[in-house]
């Protein structure tokens, strides 16, 4: 019965891993404070309309990469 199970193990971690992480993306791709908005009609969604907001946000975290690598890999 044991050498049923032990292998059978890694089949159901890898059935289970697909739906868990799909849970984990649902739950953080509907933030409330969401960068890309619907159009004011409510057609589509439109990405340009915080670009301001999301290049400063993307500028930042280069910048906070860089130097994290400066700082910890001289």
Do not use: C
Not at 28 to 56: A, C, H, M, S
């Amino acid at each position: 019965m044991l050498s049923f199970i032990v292998p059978n193990v890694y089949a159901v971690v890898g059935i289970l891993a697909p739906y868990v992480l799909y849970l984990i993306f649902k739950s953080l791709r509907y933030d409330k404070d969401d960068l890309v908005v619907k159009n004011i009609d409510g057609t589509g969604i439109d990405p340009f309309t915080n670009f301001e907001r999301q290049w400063e946000d993307l500028a930042h975290n280069r910048r906070f990469y860089k130097a994290f690598l400066l700082r910890h890999y001289r």
